[in-house]
């Protein structure tokens, strides 16, 4: 059964409150594929009360018991991964290949280490004649974007699932399908109701609702700064934690010392990697004023 139209509150598939079609598009062909519905800002509280309970429980969570659950993930995630590459492949338009071993690999990756920081981290140790204690902060709000959506879904999902935090998520609406597959997979992996909910839907209506949440402790948003700035805003008037990584260029800096065939090769390589659709791709280059034009030749010949 497809779940596109539906959210995942609870532990269970549950329809929209009012449902709001919206076109999910494959940028290869641009042509319509599949369709998602929407959310409200009534379907973002219906989230964010299933995540506030199962919060009360599942903050308490041995690491044992966390541990079982994302070992359980990753088995599942590793059972799916052909489902997840092409889901990633038509809403990203991206080669199978690519999607599969880079954008699902790199997930895979994400939830690998987060078992294996769980298994040694030490949730309490002394500092002088004190006992410094690290708890969960509470119920997270998770907004992603579309270029590396595996990316940063599992490397927020994960970390705030080993440290006992319940969540809402809401992927961009652009790339929406494999969100709704992971959900399929921690919900298969057996993740306490509650404790991960998905709310599909846009900025303005889903992300302002979340951010603005009394009831959510905590944002973490990547994406543009312009949206990140509304984040943190709305998130302003509650006074809860806001982590963001927002748009950015990454610039090259070539000191005189470098070989700069080999640097210069490799920067302008990395532009390309994901259609440069990346924030680390690293489209500016530094270079000494007097090596420009040498520069200038080997970026041409490197395209």
């Excluded at 409150?17 to 641009?30: C, N």
């Excluded at 973002?44 to 359980?72: C, G, I, N, P």
């Excluded at 990633?88 to 987060?114: C, K, N, T, Y």
């Excluded at 997270?140 to 595996?150: C, D, F, M, Q, S």
């Amino acid at each position: 059964m497809s779940h596109n139209m539906q959210f995942y509150i609870d532990g269970a598939w549950v329809d929209p409150l009012v449902p709001k079609p919206f076109d999910v598009i494959d940028p290869s062909s641009e042509e319509v594929f599949a369709q998602i519905s929407l959310g409200s800002k009534q379907d973002v509280d219906r989230a964010v009360a299933a995540a506030k309970r199962a919060f009360a429980t599942y903050a308490f969570a041995s690491v044992a018991e966390r541990l079982d659950l994302l070992r359980r993930i990753v088995d599942v995630y590793k059972k799916r991964s052909k489902d997840l590459a092409l889901a990633v492949s038509r809403e990203m338009g991206a080669p199978r290949e690519f999607a599969l071993v880079d954008q699902v690999g790199i997930g895979l990756r994400h939830l690998e280490e987060i078992v294996k920081v769980l298994g040694a981290y030490q949730f309490q140790h002394v500092k002088g004649k004190s006992m410094v204690v690290r708890e969960p902060v509470g119920v997270a709000g998770l907004i992603t974007p579309w270029n590396w959506p595996l990316n940063q879904i599992t490397c927020k999902v994960g970390p705030a699932l080993a440290a006992g935090c319940t969540m809402v998520l809401k992927p961009s609406e652009i790339a929406p399908l494999d969100a709704i597959i992971f959900a399929e997979i921690l919900d298969e992996a057996g993740t306490p109701k509650g404790v991960f909910n998905l709310v599909n839907g846009d900025g303005p209506t889903v992300g302002q609702a979340l951010a603005s949440h009394p009831d959510v402790d905590m944002m973490s948003f990547t994406g543009s700064t312009r949206a990140g700035i509304l984040v943190a805003k709305a998130a302003a008037d509650t006074v809860k934690r806001v982590s963001q990584e927002l748009g950015g260029k990454s610039a090259n800096i070539l000191l005189p010392d470098v070989d700069f065939s080999d640097a210069v090769t490799r920067g302008v390589a990395g532009c390309f990697g994901n259609s440069g659709q990346s924030c680390n791709a690293p489209t500016l280059m530094f270079v000494p004023r007097g090596r420009q034009s040498e520069v200038t030749s080997i970026a041409k010949a490197a395209a």
